[in-house]
């Protein structure tokens, strides 16, 4: 192919790409505007603050959570990485990460707050967490409520360190990692994989922050309307 033709080819593709791109990206949240923020999330127990740009949980007890609202979740969506830092601040334990969550989620003696509607509807209840410096910051596991456990690790979470934490998480399957480090991967088919994502602590003060979730094709890709062509280029050279 010829430079012009190339150039006419990459135009083309520019914005069919973009559009594939953004598709990918089903949820997002990095806590710059506490207003949008606001409208994201659904605090069931604990209490949740918006400051510095991160999520805070101030509440030192167990079992807080925060769960994506309706208006920004598909209960159909089963194929997706969920990933988020967190940082500990103080207390016995580290993250409660939640994934594949729908239905009521368990109390466990706390008095939880309204569920997003539509969640508290669906059935059945299915919880998932990733509990990360669990049992008195001794150790690591995936727990679930209706589902399958796994993924047990010797990881512990000190505190002000800041951790990146993602799950993928599929119909059939779900994967835990690290700092990048891939922990397990689950084998589970339980009810196809649905279910929403939450945040999460267990007697520990925390705070979290760039929380996105996305399609298997990947993330959006930032494009910027004056430089369309370097982007795309950037693209078809990473899959040539």
């Known amino acids: 192919m010829n430079s012009r033709n190339l150039f006419i080819a990459i135009c083309i593709m520019t914005f069919g790409i973009a559009t594939l791109a953004m598709s990918q990206t089903y949820f997002e949240d990095n806590f710059d505007d506490p207003k949008e923020s606001e409208k994201k999330w659904v605090a069931l127990f604990g209490e949740w603050e918006l400051k510095d740009d991160e999520y805070h949980q101030l509440q ?67 919880e998932y967490w990733w509990n990360l410096g669990g049992w008195g910051n001794t150790r690591s596991q995936v727990e679930s409520w209706g589902g399958k456990a796994g993924a047990n690790s ?68 930032a494009v910027d309307a004056k430089n369309k062509l370097a982007t795309t280029w950037a693209h078809l050279k990473s899959v040539k």
């Open 60 to 126: 030192n007890s167990p079992n807080c959570m925060s769960v994506v609202a309706d208006e920004f979740w598909e209960d159909d969506w089963s194929d997706y990485t969920f990933e988020v830092r967190g940082s500990k601040v103080s207390g016995a334990e580290g993250f409660l990460i939640m994934f594949r969550c729908q239905g009521l989620m368990q109390a466990r003696g706390q008095a939880l707050e309204d569920h997003p509607p539509r969640m508290e509807k669906l059935k059945p209840s299915l």
């Open 154 to 221: 010797a990881h512990t979470i000190k505190d002000k360190d800041w951790y990146n934490i993602k799950i993928v998480n599929t119909p059939n399957s779900y994967t835990v990692i690290l700092n990048d480090e891939e922990v397990a991967e689950v084998d589970d088919d339980t009810e196809g994989g649905v279910g929403r994502i939450g945040l999460a602590t267990w007697s520990t003060v925390a705070k979290y922050d760039d929380v996105v979730v996305y399609g298997p094709d990947g993330p959006s890709l």
